[in-house]
């Protein structure tokens, strides 16, 4: 824990990059079930949409994913080294938490979305997916806000 608490801005640096390409294709993905769900099943057009999207979720999603929970795991390690354990319990803290896990659970929903697009299956409707489209960027605001003001509480 000595190296992650003396390369803590590396760290940091690390975790910033990979939650920007984890929120670009959490941004994304739902925006190509926006125009997937107007292609005939089987038709050349959702053929290059399922391909496009398996290859945004397994090419930068999840691997973007992975990185930013272990880069905000040691940047969790390193805070408890500096600071102790007590920050996990601060409400700032706690919010960015509960906004993580639906952050990931939706993930996983537009995972499982696009095998059932894969499939020939169109789960939801055109209007669905528009809307649903701006749920990563609510929790990320949420996220943001909550760690750069830590709720006024320095």
Known sequence: MDFLVAHFNL???LHILSVIAFMAGMLYLPR????HSKAAPGSEMAETFTVM???LLRGIINPASI???LFGLGLILADS???GWSFLAEPWMATKLVALVGLYGFHGFLSASRKKFEKGEYPR??????????IPFVLAIVIVVSVTTKF???
């Open 125 to 134: 409707s055109e209007k669905f997916w528009r809307m649903v489209n701006e």
């Open 152 to 154: 006024l509480n320095h």
């Open 11 to 13: 760290v940091r640096g």
């Open 53 to 55: 999207e398996r290859r």
């Open 32 to 35: 190509l079930f926006v125009y």
């Open 81 to 83: 080294q500096i600071r």
């Open 67 to 69: 990185a930013t929970a």
